[in-house]
């Protein structure tokens, strides 16, 4: 089984980024080459969903980093759905849950999201 | 890759290239450890967390991505914590050039890179950096002490 898979599928304006596996310092680049892809067709508002995510390293939050000013620029934003136990304690430790938005289902994040497109 | 058993039980070492593609073996390697020392899953995903940024720092900064090395992780199995040594040839560290980054500051300023040994020292009990005069090695040693 590889890594790392990624699957992407849109919910109207909102990315939607499955990223399945682990994020580490091997497979960071093709999560990251996903992130910018999305970027690159102008699709700003990304939201993870971590359902499959087992773990993620400094190299992924890194490439998470990376882009957050970029899309808030746009106006978009990188929202966090069902993350795993360890990797939400690894976002909060370093106090990333301040810093995105992270919401307990894929659902919730779009709703969230919807009336601030329509407002 | 070898694994050497030592003669003395509650220790063994795993030696693997200096390539990113064997992070997931050790992060898997390290949770499992962790679990026959007695820690909880919670503890032994942030072990494995631990070792993942250790063995990637040595392998992207030590080694400077140089495939062609050895790193050596040495589990240690006592009454009172596990303890993982990596050790490794390349350029080290030491304690006091460590300056761990402000989560808060890093929150205002994002950028890319340093938060490595920021999840270390979170996650385990002690990280240091030494020398092995010994050998002429350099090690990082994660201590996760058991409750």
């Known amino acids: 089984m590889a890594d790392l898979s990624i699957a992407v599928r849109h919910a109207g304006d909102v990315a939607v980024l499955l990223p399945a596996g682990f994020i580490n310092a091997h497979t960071v680049r093709e999560f990251e080459e996903a992130l910018e892809g999305l970027v690159q067709e102008g699709r700003y508002t990304i939201l993870l969903n971590c359902k499959d995510l087992n773990y993620i390293s400094s190299a992924g939050l890194g490439a998470i980093m990376g882009l957050i000013e970029t899309v808030r620029e746009h106006q978009g934003d990188i929202l966090l759905s069902n993350l795993q136990t360890n990797v939400f304690a690894i976002f909060d430790t370093l106090g990333f849950t301040q810093l995105y938005r992270v919401f307990s289902d894929e659902e919730q994040a779009l709703a969230a999201v919807a009336p601030e497109k329509k407002g | 890759m070898s694994v050497v058993a030592n003669l003395v039980p509650a220790q063994f070492r795993l030696v693997i290239p200096s390539q990113t593609r064997y992070l997931n073996l050790v992060t898997g390697l390290a949770k499992r450890a962790s679990l026959v020392a007695g820690l909880d899953d919670a503890a032994a995903a942030k072990v494995s967390i631990a070792v993942d940024e250790a063995v990637t720092n040595v392998i992207l900064h030590a080694y400077h991505g140089e495939g062609e090395h050895s790193v050596e992780l040495e589990l240690r199995f006592t009454e009172q914590a596990l303890e993982i040594h990596i050790l490794h040839s390349g350029q080290g560290l030491r304690n006091d050039q ?50």
């Open chain 2, 98 to 147: 460590i300056t761990l980054p402000d989560p808060k500051e890093y929150i205002k300023h994002p950028r890319k890179g340093g938060l490595g040994l920021l999840l270390m020292s979170r996650f385990m009990d002690e990280v240091q950096f030494k020398a092995d005069e010994a050998s002429g090695r350099n090690e990082c040693c994660l201590i996760k002490k058991l409750d």
